[in-house]
DNA sequence: CTTATATTTGCCAATATTTGTCAAGACAAT
DNA sequence: ATTGTCTTGACAAATATTGGCAAATATAAG
């Protein structure tokens, strides 16, 4: 199951012409992490993001929104009452501001 | 941290004069399990909500709305992100319908 | 086709997290 | 002080997650 991030991830890397290899030694992880996680294999940690972003020049912030739509999308997935649910939280985090 | 499932369910069960210990038998588990699930101390299953809320004569649905709801304050929670990530959360969710 | 390089996949052991149970403690009522 | 309910922390067993390796597969070039 494909994620937001990763599909990023991967858009980013290839248009930049780097390699896994590359993305890996800067992450300190095995290629085959990296690949996974751009697959969707693999969950990516959130302190990782900031290097990916600086590796591939992109909005940290972009990033971050990205990786937490993917969590939240795993939590709702297959969910009858996400809508509900989603709608719920929503409301309670207008109250805290 | 407290959560809304837990308080609905402490809610239910002490205004229906139910001990910890019979929901617990029900539950078949510790009644420090259940203590700890309604102070929001331990995650409350999936699979138990059905059984709660036929204890507790309680709405199956909205109990699982409300457990769904603590799932997704979790991952939010603390993430300067929430928002974004909620409505884009909430977008995809209308495609997929 | 063969070689060279890049990516993907399955599997493993180490590590981390989660689980339920138990025992001790807190608290209130009597 | 005794009883009954609830809370808390510690513990080991079970479960899940992790990264790395190596084999398999893809991709590109000659």
Known sequence: MAT??????????TKQNLLLRQVASKLDVDTSIISKMERGDRPIKQ????ILADILK???????????????????EGQPMADEALKSVSKKMKKSK
Chains 1, 2 share one sequence.
């Open 4 to 13: 937001q991030l990763g599909d990023k991830i991967r858009e980013l890397r």
């Open 47 to 50: 302190e990782q993001i900031a």
């Open 58 to 76: 992109a909005d940290k912030e972009e990033l971050q929104t990205l990786w937490l739509a993917d969590q939240l999308y795993n939590v709702i």
